[in-house]
């Protein structure tokens, strides 16, 4: 059967830019998947898929009209049940072939074939391969009605237009036109009550001609950039768009370039089907409000590209995509332009606003602001955030700076929520933190201040920078801390891919400040006084802070298995409990480790004494101490000679924070320990030579896991 390629097409209203990339993909790939799952396409066929702002449209190669025949055998039933003793066919047989539509003369046709045990009688066909036009009906079926819509609505279809017994749709938006051609044919569908054609429609004002007519499946893309004025593939537009920005941008000053924003690259790519980048400018008086605030409002309101200097500075020039290219573009940029600059006076409106109260001025008003019905108000929260903080500065002030870190956490927490109040962060909720950190400078605080309540929301995503300072690190923990102890304690756990309170997140900025800071805390003291601060507002403190330790050392083993650890290695990493600076020396050590020839028999052999020694102690104490007198066989004594060498060579590389020469040297002590199971008798009979080996291996155990528990490395 030859075969041609597809394209699909459906022509719609404006759809949600926000998700047209994922519609336009899912459109595609579902197509795809359900004819390839009919047998219609080859083994190179290949998919391209089309999402421009009107338009859903995927283009299959070497899609072929008719699927091939498959030979298909049906199993019917043990022969014993359908022959009876002298072979005729029993009733049961007979029904069964009557309901796969084979009459009784079916029966001189049917095999026979061992299944399992038993034998069996088999009905041997021939399946009919699917045709496109059945196929296609199907696939475009199962692909409306799996597109990731993100809301549905309801429309009336135009009098005249609709198929007979249609007159309502539901669909992200109103569907105009289907298009369906294998090569040069259409193939006869329907879908959302359209009957598919081959005409489809360019761009709105500067199509050459409406409609275009369509020859043949290959020509699409074409007609639409040439005859339509648009660029179908969204990936395209996208490339051309980062190209003329970057272009702009260039032209616009020497060193700037336009903001970088993935999001609202993808966004604008939604919005427009012939982009044409604009420069444009506003007056810079305006660039004495925050640049955050200006770039928020150009970039949120009305999908702008701000540009920035070398320095990363807002300048008053902007960016716009266009979608129209007209010959002369001042009616284009002046139009943005008036529209941009209501926007930026609003915000140095709030800007002046809110500075003429200061922002301490503002803490007394968060206890009219309900945080939860069950932890209280904002104000409830900011004096357990403070508490928290004190206690964090005082326990880390002679580690960070002094004891002024406590009076400053203190400040900077008591601040830190100050300016939900403020008209700006109103307006944007996005700039909280970073507003704060404003006024506190226009307020004459200290930078350290500043920074604190700018900085104490990070890290607010994967992979963003942590706090600057001392001051803000601690106010940042002190606020995870609170958030996370406050939602376990009252049962608001996150449960499967719904996390409301960002809990994981929490916890991981947590991790991350604790670790990659080096901060010398105890993990279940901090969490438990941290639930002090809570007063009697907590039930149950010590069981949800348990359910958080343990929630929060999950976390752990995916931080570290981003660092490029196994699920072994982190395991054996965090069973040693090391402090949470030296977690990543830890992680490293035991990765080089783990490729050491010794590591898997050394693995084997410290989960082995482990065993021992945990029977052992079961039934009484085992002391790390060594008696040479009573070591008797040969292997003991060469492990505990070999020890005696290799065990202060690792000690003094562990103490010197060298982890990974630590555990190299204990690899030496592979081929003793081989020996020493090989030859010796732990659990003699004796009881003084049974404790003196019990203590050899205790003193090797606890060498051995100094850096990590390698028994986690055995398979």
């Known amino acids: ?17 926000k998700a047209l990339k994922k519609l336009g993909e899912a459109f595609a790939g579902q197509l795809f998947e359900q ?3 009919l047998g219609l396409t080859a083994a190179d066929s290949r998919v391209t898929a089309y999402a421009s702002p009107r338009r859903l449209a995927a283009h299959i190669t070497h899609v072929a009209a008719k699927a091939a025949d498959k030979p298909l055998r049906t199993k019917l039933m043990p022969v014993s049940v359908g022959l009876d003793a002298n072979g005729q066919p029993t009733p049961a047989l007979l ?3 009557q309901a796969i539509g084979a009459g009784p003369e079916a029966v001189a046709q ?15 066909s021939v399946a009919t391969g699917a045709t496109l036009d059945v196929a296609l009906q199907k696939a475009l079926h199962e692909a409306i009605a799996k597109l990731p819509i993100p809301k549905v609505m309801t429309y009336q279809l135009h009098s005249g237009t609709a198929l007979p017994g249609w007159d309502s749709v539901q669909f992200v938006r109103p569907a105009h036109g289907l298009v369906a051609l294998h090569g040069s044919a259409v193939v006869p569908v329907t879908a959302l009550g359209l009957a598919a054609g081959r005409a489809t429609h360019g761009h709105r004002f500067e199509a050459q001609q409406d409609p275009i007519e369509l020859p043949d499946a290959d020509s699409y893309a074409r007609l639409l950039r040439e005859k339509g004025a ?15 920005l970057a272009a702009a941008a260039q032209k616009a000053g020497a060193g700037l370039k336009p903001i970088e924003d993935e999001a609202l690259l ?28 200006l770039i928020l409002t150009m970039k949120a309101n009305q999908k702008y590209f701000p540009l920035l200097d070398a320095q990363g500075r807002l300048t008053h020039q902007f960016l716009v995509v266009s979608n129209i290219c007209p010959e002369d573009a001042s009616a284009v940029t002046g139009g943005n332009e008036r529209v941009v600059r209501p926007r930026l006076a609003d915000a140095k409106f709030f800007f002046d606003t809110d500075r003429k109260k200061p922002l301490e001025s503002r803490v007394e008003g968060l206890a009219k602001v309900v945080y939860h019905n069950k932890l209280g108000t904002q104000g409830d929260r900011v004096q357990r955030v403070r508490a928290i903080a004190k206690t964090l500065g005082e326990h880390l002030g002679p580690h960070l700076g002094g004891p002024a870190l406590a009076k400053a956490a203190d400040q900077a927490a008591m601040l830190a929520k100050a300016d939900l109040l403020t008209d700006m962060v109103g307006e944007f909720p996005e700039l909280q933190g970073i507003m704060g950190g404003y006024y506190a400078r226009h307020d004459g605080l200290g930078e350290d201040i500043a920074q604190a309540i700018e900085d104490h929301y990070k890290p607010r995503f994967a992979g963003d920078e942590l706090p600057r300072g001392n001051v803000g690190t601690v106010v940042a923990l002190a606020d995870k801390l609170e958030t996370l102890v406050g939602m376990f304690g009252i049962g608001n756990l996150p449960t499967g891919d719904k996390d409301p309170f960002a809990l994981r997140r929490h916890a991981l900025g947590v991790i991350r400040m604790l670790v990659e800071k080096r901060l010398p805390l105890d993990l279940p003291a901090t969490v438990a006084s941290a639930a ?16 958080l330790l343990a929630f929060i050392y999950e976390r752990i083993a995916g931080y570290l298995r981003e660092l490029g650890a196994s699920a072994q290695e982190a395991d054996a990493v965090i069973a040693a409990r090391p402090m949470w600076g030296e977690m990543p020396q830890a992680l490293a050590a035991v990765r080089a480790f783990a490729r050491l020839p010794e590591a898997p028999a050394l693995a084997a052999a410290n989960k082995r004494i482990g065993n021992i020694l945990k029977k052992a102690e079961a039934e009484g104490a085992v002391d790390a101490h060594v008696s040479d007198v009573l070591l008797q066989e040969p292997a003991e004594q060469a492990l505990f000679a070999a020890m005696q060498q290799v065990l202060p060579q ?54 051995m896991n100094r850096v990590a528990d390698l028994a986690r490395l055995a398979g």
């Open 1 to 17: 059967m030859t075969a041609h390629n597809l394209l699909v097409e459906l022509f719609v209203e404006e759809l949600p830019p």
């Open 35 to 37: 004819l390839q799952a």
């Open 95 to 97: 029904k069964k072939l």
């Open 110 to 124: 049917l095999q026979r074939a061992m299944d399992g045990k038993a034998e069996a009688l088999f009905f041997d």
């Open 230 to 244: 648009v660029i179908a593939s969204f990936d395209e537009r996208r490339t051309d768009i980062a190209a003329q």
């Open 266 to 293: 993808d966004e604008v790519t939604a919005l427009v089907e012939r982009p044409h980048v604009l420069t444009c400018q506003f007056e810079k008086e305006f660039l004495d409000v925050p640049q955050e605030c």
């Open 532 to 547: 002090q601060a809570f007063g009697p507002l907590l039930p149950d403190a010590a069981k949800s802070n348990a359910q």
């Open 650 to 703: 690792a000690e003094r590389q562990f103490q010197a924070g060298d982890y990974t020469a630590s555990l190299q040297t204990l690899a030496q002590l592979r081929a003793p320990v081989d020996a020493f199971f090989d030859g010796v008798m732990v659990n003699a009979e004796q009881m003084d030579l049974r404790l003196n080996r019990l203590g050899l291996l205790k003193m090797l155990h606890q060498a």
